[in-house]
């Protein structure tokens, strides 16, 4: 009894951390759905606000106010676009954020081929 004691408290952080780490490789899944899903946009558009709408729709779990998207092409036509986009995630709890940091930069990337312009 006494060694579950002392070592139920150390068995809830490293949950809590497991549970956090968990939460955090979900929303980098969005985050490269969400630069994937931007390159296509601005693959098929010319204007840079549809590859950022069409970035933020496929994040659904992720407040849009802490995600940045970035849209830079070369040249016009047949050359490549590419989408960078990057997440400030917050940690969810004092005591998880306690053994990780505050917030972590969550990034990803895609290039396609453009086809208008």
Known sequence: MVELALLLPVLFLVLLAAVQV??????RLLVQEAARAGARAASVSL???DARAAAVRAAPGLDPERLEVAVSREGGQGDVVT????YRAQIAGPIAGWLLPAEVTLE????MRQEVG
Do not use: H, K, W
């Open 47 to 49: 204007q840079d606000a």
């Open 83 to 86: 989408v960078e986009v990057a």
């Open 108 to 111: 990803g990337a895609a290039a």
């Open 22 to 27: 968990g939460l955090l490789a979900r929303d």
